[in-house]
């Protein structure tokens, strides 16, 4: 497994942008799909976006497409998700995750199906 460690969420407004990193150590990253999840108080963690081993797939959750990118930096072991256009609603405890590349493509990636999870970092988007 990997060992993951997000990092740069914080207090915004609406409207406002934000970049979550997430650091992995332990095994090599390349063998691993990528993805952010995200949980509000009282809700189910939700799928945010994925990208492939290779950086060269993305997908992204229709509540999030055209605000949020996800990205990697495999020579850094890290993964990247920029917010733009934060909405109150984008509040939430934000998760990276991974699944071995082996174990399916990123079009199908549902929460339970991970490998691995960070600590999570809180993003608090206020109106």
């Known amino acids: 497994q990997v060992q993951l460690v997000e990092s740069g969420g914080g207090l915004v407004q609406a409207g406002d942008s934000l970049r979550l990193s997430c650091a992995a150590s332990g095994r090599t990253f390349t063998m691993f799909n990528m993805g952010w999840f995200r949980q509000a108080p009282g809700k189910e963690r939700e799928f945010v976006a994925a990208?492939?081993?290779?950086?060269?797939?993305?997908t992204y959750a229709n509540s999030v497409k055209g605000r949020f990118t996800i990205s990697r930096d495999n020579a850094k072991n890290t993964l990247y998700l920029q917010m733009n256009l934060l909405k109150p609603e984008d509040t939430a405890v934000y998760y990276c995750?991974?699944?071995?590349?082996?174990?399916?493509?990123?079009?199908?990636?549902?929460?339970?199906?991970?490998?691995?999870w960070g600590q999570g970092t809180q993003v608090t988007v206020s109106s």
């Open positions: 995750a991974s699944r071995s590349s082996t174990r399916g493509n990123i079009y199908y990636f549902p929460a339970n199906t991970m490998d691995s």
């Open positions: 990208v492939s081993w290779s950086g060269g797939s993305t």
